[in-house]
């Protein structure tokens, strides 16, 4: 089983087993009584409590300890034997035990308390206090050179609290625009009530945090490291005045752990060799939010105004119509309102020209078939003659039987004995080349390396990756490893001549 930070975590096993109701509600009691500074319980006052719900009416004691066992055996309860308040031998025997829930479970607990109240929704919000507040801090760490151990420390404490604030209720906030609850709630024409404070909520949030993330970058960018180390050092000064039976013999830069910290913090406002800050993701991630509510309110304006009566401007135009003095004049406005009666359009995907400032007079005209729209129609068609190309083919045969006996020739050129060193060749032409690497390619994928070519030939490759060489040709050069081709044996190709 693995060791370390990724170890199987046995401690959360109760949240998955078939008596989860039991074990959740057992340590959900421990916890609360945790919260009330309370830390030892005994199994009657547990008993006690479950039995006043209806759902442990048939529950026995003896399952109870069954179920404290298990829960201790998992980590979540620490047993202690009780021996100071015995009165017999018999008690002492039956090794009466009063428990403890662990840390990790307190952890567990709180967590899952968190998410009852949260739903299945994200949280967050856009609180611009937390970057004034963080601003103010750095100023006061700024000045801290005479403050001591005790007030370094909490301002420490206080950076980490407003910065932790920051990016989880910002990405958490950003998570929830994204969810599909939320597009859902933006589409809906309630939504058209709210986005006049959703707007403005967007807006406040975006002007003060770039107000603020300047005076914070600023502040970050003149704190020089030497006194940022000072500072660090009071900062572990005080932590290890806390007494820990876990830190003893821990020798460990604690000073170091928190300077890399504080590099991580300025990353996320300023940047850093990696990438961009996550400011500036904050940043866009704010104005795309924006754009999107502003897409969405114009599209639902468009959809309201295709269900809004028209009834008023009907009124308005017949208003219009009744005050012209003749039928001339109305026909005009008709026109105008209406446009012409008894018009055809005809479409055509033919552009003459891409400027879209012609006019249409001046462009060029054009020729426009009609098909007639009858569904069994069909384009009279004459039977042709079948031609024969025997001839252009013979001709495409021979020249391409020539261009490869070309070929061959050449390569038959480069040949030194029963192999080709690519190192010694001349500059050669870019078909070679071109030719050369294919086999390689080919070659490699094969296990004794051996492949046979298009000219007959059986080739095999040897590699020397020790050594490169420069291969020249007539369009350039390229820099590879020591290639040998070795021509092991041939057999007569299609297309050679005779």
Known sequence: MMDGPFKRVTEATYLATEKSDKYRAILRHFYIQHERLREFLFPEEVYNHLRE?????????????????????????????????????????????RYQITPYTVEFERMLIQFEHQSDQFGGSLEKSHFERLYQTLLRIKQASSESSEDCAQLWDDVLTYFKKITQNTSDYFAYLRSEDASEQMKSEAFFLYKDQFTRYLRDFI??????????QDVMISLPRESMRAFFQKVSQHEENVFRFERLGDAGDRAAELEATWLNVKAWFIGDDAGESQYENVLEQTNEAIRRMTRIIQRLGERSLLHRSRKEDYLHLAEWFSNLSSMEEAHKLSSIVFGLSHTKHL??????????????????????????????????????????HLEKKAQTKETYLKRRAYEQRVIEKYLSGNKIELEKLPIIEPF???????????AMAKADRTIKTEYGYKVKVELDRSRTIRLQ?????????????????????KYELA
């Open 207 to 216: 002007i003060n945090l770039q107000r603020t993330a300047a005076s914070i």
């Open 53 to 97: 719900s209806p759902y442990f009416k048939n529950y026995e004691m003896d399952e109870l300890h069954s179920d404290l066992a298990s829960l201790v055996r998992w980590g979540n309860l620490s047993a202690q034997q009780e021996s100071g308040k015995v009165k017999t031998i018999e008690e002492f025997k039956k090794k009466r035990f």
């Open 473 to 493: 040709a007539e369009d350039g050069y390229m820099v590879m490893p020591a290639v040998t081709l070795l021509f092991t044996g041939k057999e007569k190709a």
């Open 347 to 388: 479409y055509s995907d033919h552009i003459p020209t891409d400027d879209i400032y012609t006019d249409v007079w001046e462009e060029t005209p054009m020729a426009h078939e009609r098909v007639p729209r009858v569904r069994n129609y069909r384009e009279k068609t004459r039977a042709n003659a079948a031609e024969s």
């Open 432 to 442: 070679v080349r071109k030719l050369f690497l294919s086999w390689i390619g080919k």
